[in-house]
């Protein structure tokens, strides 16, 4: 940086006004971490912290941190789980979360246009009054903001019908590294369907905060299903539960969720809350189906069908109190996971890889017998439907040694995700945790990725050291 710490603050507090600036220790501790394990080893501590409530207010500050060569890493509620919005070396914060309007419900268009604060449960809540939803679902709905979102291409249980974050951002408002403010999708434009021109929503969508600041977004939104069932099928042998998946698409069905809980985490759900009491079995999956009464319930009885020649145990129900009691395990695995041992926490790490469907059984067979290898309990469940795999290491944080191997046991799960044809995040992002895999992963195709990202950001001031590591020029992309 070309100023020291002190005079950064106050140029911030000249610009912004000082309501608008943190420059204390402990407020900008509370910036240092984000919810992944490597952020609990580490600290990664900004020198200000900025929080815009303008496009004119994130634009002054990007052209001064682009005179002066300071880092800026945007963020939204701080609920990712791979370093990605935090300051890996130093610079400014930019927090977004306090900038939370929801500027126009569209109806007539079947979209909104929200600025990037807005929590995904609030723009439902909001959307629901006209009988409309935002489809991509993340498990953290309560606390994570849509411009955290369309950074990091979320998405969550229900994907495999509604697909990820990506297909409902039809254009952005987006502030670039030097100040410059851009319009993607069309100036004027409130069309769902544009074919024109180079496509820089979607370059922007997952970009992780590295090319620039989203600033407003025009999202697409669906009509609010009608009727929702659920059906939880037990299956004593693992490998049967990915083939049944398989039957049911097989059938022309596409069921909005399909969840699978291996034994691990039924162990984990009935320590935790043994009411729930799931029956003892190698795999149990979810299925839920939304849409109209009518096609609910037919697409329902006929996985139901499907299935039971393969399963021990089928259930099927549209009553809420009924579907909310076979839903239960799944909604408190990732909570339950830490039960498997008394003394351990789960802890972020390697723990949303995806995968091939015909790979699911083989990957959960593979991480069982890594954690057996790394002496580390591991509690395995997730989207099966589109192959997404949530793996909850158990550990005593507090032991060197045990991090350690959990350490080791994560990068051997993003390694065989690799190795199995699939990913080594399927909705969490790369941030700073998985970037050492961008070569990997993507081969020369990280170098394309570099020059996109110098061509916008020649300085690399934008959330430096996340997706690829980049540390002085094109040469150094490793």
Known sequence: MLVDRKRLGQDMMNMLGPEKVLTEDLDLLYYSYDSSFHA?????????????RSTEEVSRVMAYAYTHGIPVTPRGAGTGETCGAVPVQGGIVMDLSTWKTIEEVDTANMQVIVRPGVVHSELNKELGKHGLFFPPDPGSTRMCTIGGMIANNSSGLRAVKYG???????????????????TTGGLKSRAVKNVSGLNLTKLFVGSEGTLGVITKARLRVWPKPKARGILMAVFPKLEDAPAAVLEVYQDGILPSGIEILDESAIRAVNMYKPEINLPNAQAILLFEVDGNPASVEYEGNRIAEIVKSRASQVE?????????????????VATAAARVRPDGSRVFAGEDISVPLNKVAETLRAIRSLGDQYGVQVVN?????????????????ENPAEVEKANRLADAIHRLAIELGGTTTGEHGV??????????????????????????????IMNPQKVFLMQGGLDSVS
């Open 40 to 52: 609990r080893n580490h600290r990664f501590m900004p020198d200000v912290v900025v929080t815009p």
């Open 164 to 182: 990820t974050t990506e297909q409902y951002v039809l254009g952005l408002e987006v502030v670039l590294p030097d100040g410059r403010i851009i």
């Open 316 to 332: 099927w129900s549209t009553e809420p109190k009924r579907m909310a009691e076979l839903w239960e395990g799944r909604g408190v």
């Open 381 to 397: 469940y997730g989207h099966i439907g589109d192959g997404n795999v949530h793996t909850a290491p158990v550990i005593d944080p």
């Open 431 to 460: 941030g700073h945790v998985r970037a050492q895999y961008a070569p990997l992963e993507h081969g020369e195709a990280v170098q394309v990725m570099a020059r996109i990202k110098q061509a916008l950001d020649p300085k690399g």
